[in-house]
């Protein structure tokens, strides 16, 4: 257990900032996802020399029900910052940190289409024992290990259409005095104490563990190897104090934690009790140096949570707290897996009231993936390697396999079989087939010209109202970031445009010629307006697909990439204008059984003789 020492940490502040501390206090309203409005009190102090916090940002507007978890960005309505964890660089990029931040990229595009001025944050977490334990036993030098693995996450998210903003390397010099910056200021404020502590510890992890929460063994649940006895002079974050005001923020704001059953944990974890908690290891000497005591080195988790931060700077700017703070922060929403709401809902929270920063507006904890059924691990033989996935089968069918396929926030399981399903029926068939055989029917009978606006075709039509009523629940489910059904809502459309082709069936329309025929040209017309919303809706999710999409209707590149959510709306296609070439927009996937088919039924082909031809006789 740990125990103060008995002098004041506060005699030693010569290495301080002669910088004054400022807190920004604005107590300018904002409204949340149940409507209740904080003011001024909102505003907390713990103790008589603590510094004041205030969890809010301003808003010209109110947000209701209606528009979900993320009405309001940073700052007003005109701002949106997330932020992905930043990944730990021990090993290579695996599939769970590539669904984070396919998630958080679709997230980003969405709010990009609302017009916001997004900041997307990402990056790598390279300091801490792991790292040096993975350095050595590759034979290079931490530094080394870090540039190799940073740069895997950077090349993966290229390869999946990553639209990231920010990325922060924790060994980034601007980055490290900013965590400086901040120890200094937390120490000003009276909440770290030099302490000595002993007990299990989790190297993976790389925090101390209570027994009670170990398995046989003094296992940890989530790396499943035994926990080791340490003894370290450390120095502590007072977590403890803030249990109360952390208390009151979720009771305030049960919106800060999503989805609301990871709200029920993480107000079980602070009802149980906070326990003060080490913030420097004596151990480690891969990491940034304690301020003050240079035999010490920052916790790693005291040092990456500041990546949120730090990333905000510009490469030209000073590199300071104040600086980083007034360039975006807080952030909209910190998007994370469930084995890390602790440090983001808890320690993250208290350790920003310390240092008198506001508080993030929400942190969304989403599942883990498992294989068939399984949890994927080496030992297994079953892990799913993102760049595999992505070289057999492209991006858009990766992202939207994950992003349709699990609930957002729930566990999710991945199969082949289901994938190679999914991905061919809704993106090959329902949008694929849809999109090549109406501009095949363009092309055969109006030149590949469209005959009227999508307006005037569409008057009257029911269709076009179920779609704009469609697109409206895309909308809402994007908000709530219900990706999951998002995806579905897009897809509905187009089982809505193959049902309204069939039932119409053109192809019979045109060989009657007059008005039939000018009733077939209108439905294309509006079966294409239908594509190209799609193309628009479905862009956070399938950014490559939707493109080729919007390329086939006339559009160039650049005029997809200047698109707005605005630009769902019906009536965008008019008259004279000319389709481009049809072209399959997404090759259907042949799975193991089905090459084999092919391939078999190939060879028997070839082997059989061709028959003689009969002779009129015989005919």
């Known amino acids: 257990m740990a125990c103060r020492v008995q002098h004041s940490i506060q005699s030693s502040f010569w290495f301080l900032s002669s910088t004054p501390l400022r807190n920004s206090l604005n107590p300018r309203r904002i409204f949340f996802k149940n409507r209740i409005s904080f003011g001024k009190e909102l505003f907390f102090s713990s103790s008589s020399r603590t510094a004041l916090y205030c969890n809010c940002s301003s808003s010209s507007s109110s947000g209701g029900d209606k528009d979900g978890f993320l009405t309001n960005g940073v700052g007003g309505d005109d701002s949106f910052v997330l932020t992905t964890p930043l ?175 990871r709200l029920n944990e993480v107000q079980g974890w602070i009802k149980n009790g906070l326990k003060d908690f080490s913030i420097s290891r004596a151990s480690v000497d891969w990491g940034i140096a304690v301020p003050n005591d240079s035999k010490q080195t920052i916790y790693v988790w005291f040092d990456a949570l500041l990546g949120y931060v730090s990333a905000l700077l510009e490469d030209s700017e000073l590199a300071s707290l104040d600086t980083a703070i007034s360039s975006g922060w807080p952030a909209s929403l910190h998007l994370i897996g469930k084995d890390i709401l602790r440090f983001h809902a808890v320690y993250w929270p208290a350790m920003l009231m310390s240092a008198g920063i506001g508080l993030p507006k929400m942190v969304f904890g989403h599942g883990f993936l498992t294989k068939d059924g399984m949890k994927m691990g080496k030992s297994l033989g079953n892990t799913l390697e993102p760049t595999d996935l992505v070289q057999r089968f492209g991006p858009d069918a990766v992202r939207y396999f994950f992003l349709r396929e699990v609930e957002f926030g729930n566990d999710g399981d991945y199969s082949e079989e289901r994938f190679i399903r999914m991905i061919n029926a809704n993106l090959a068939n329902t949008i694929g087939n849809l999109l090549n055989r109406t501009l095949g029917l363009l092309k055969k009978n109006c030149q590949s010209t469209l005959a009227v606006d999508s307006d005037v075709a569409a008057d009257g039509n029911k269709f076009k109202a179920a779609v704009e009523k469609l697109v409206e629940k895309a909308r809402v489910h994007y908000q709530n970031l219900e990706l999951s059904a998002a995806c579905e809502t897009v897809l509905e459309i187009g089982n809505a445009g193959n049902l309204y082709i069939d039932g119409q069936a053109p192809w019979t329309l045109f060989k009657q010629g007059g008005t039939a025929f000018e009733t077939a040209a209108k439905d294309l017309v509006i079966v294409l307006e239908a594509m190209r919303i799609i193309s628009i809706a479905l862009s956070p999710i399938t950014p490559g697909l939707s493109l080729k999409i919007y390329s086939q209707l006339g559009y160039t590149e650049e005029q997809f990439n200047a698109v707005s959510w605005s630009d769902t709306k019906w009536g965008g296609l008019k008259a004279g204008q000319v389709m481009a070439q049809a072209t399959p927009i997404f090759a259907r996937i042949e799975d193991g059984t089905e090459a084999e088919t092919k391939s078999a039924a190939t060879k028997k082909v070839k082997k059989e003789k061709t028959p003689k031809s009969k002779s009129p006789v015989e005919a």
């Open 87 to 261: 990944y730990y660089v021990n090993a290579p990029p695996h599939m769970g940190s590539a669904y984070t931040t396919i998630a958080a990229d679709a997230i980003a595009r969405f709010q990009r289409l609302l017009e916001k001025k997004v900041i997307f944050i990402t990056g790598t977490d390279e300091h801490g024992e792991k790292i040096a334990t993975a350095a050595a036993a590759n034979g290079s030098s931490p530094n080394e290990h870090c540039d190799v693995v940073s740069q895997a996450y950077k090349s993966l998210w290229k390869d999946l259409d990553i639209s990231y903003d920010k990325f922060i390397r924790t060994t980034d010099p601007k980055h490290e005095a900013v965590v400086k910056e901040f120890y200094s200021r937390v120490l000003a404020n009276g909440d770290i104490y030099r302490a000595d502590y002993e007990g299990l510890y989790c190297v993976n992890c790389e925090e101390y563990k209570d027994e009670k929460d170990l398995l046989d063994d003094n296992c940890c649940p989530t790396h499943l190897q035994p926990c080791v006895k340490r003894k370290e002079d450390n120095y502590f974050f007072a977590l403890s104090k803030y249990q109360q005001q952390l208390e009151e923020v979720l009771k305030q704001n049960p919106g800060f934690v999503q989805p609301s059953y």
